[in-house]
């Protein structure tokens, strides 16, 4: 199991960063190698995506959901992963957005690339690349609503 963290600031106000986090279903705009996430209710996602060139599927649950501080999940089918992300306003148009996940990784191949830190380029990529999204978009619309910490 690999932990990645990284961390990214962008030019928009906390609000715009998250709502835009929260379109989930536009995460194929930004994320390398998914190729589709589809929202089943307001705490399941179900993902297709390429991983070192296998497709994959599986299913994840939102476990914490606070508007413009953060957003948690761990996956309930396919491979393990689980993270978290949050928002931190560093003044009222700049925020840092930090990804912190939980990744396991599956055959050689997977393997190899982790050790090489292909997982973790990967994930600065995704950012440097939502950044690009959300900073050219100037505003996004997300769901705002709770989800509490579970039990």
Do not use: C
């Not at 106000?13 to 089943?40: C, H, K």
């Not at 914490?64 to 396919?78: K, Y």
């Not at 050790?115 to 990967?122: F, H, S, W």
């Amino acid at each position: 199991m690999s932990t990645i963290e990284q961390s990214i600031d962008v030019e928009v106000p906390i609000a715009t960063a998250y709502n835009q986090w929260t379109q989930f279903e536009s995460f194929p705009d930004f994320m390398e190698g998914v190729e589709e996430v589809r929202q089943l209710d307001d705490t399941h996602l179900h993902w297709k995506a390429k991983i070192a060139g296998a497709e994959r599927e599986w299913d994840a649950k939102i476990t914490e959901q606070h508007p413009d501080e953060r957003v948690a999940w761990t996956s309930t089918s396919g491979q393990h992963n689980a993270g978290v992300v949050t928002f931190h306003q560093l003044d009222p148009q700049k925020t840092r957005v930090m990804l912190q996940q939980d990744v396991e990784t599956e055959g050689i191949v997977e393997k190899i690339g982790d050790a090489l830190g292909m997982i973790e380029r990967r994930a600065k990529g995704d950012l440097e690349r939502f950044k690009e999204l959300i900073e050219s978009k100037g505003s996004a619309s997300g769901w705002r609503g709770e989800v509490p910490r579970d039990a």
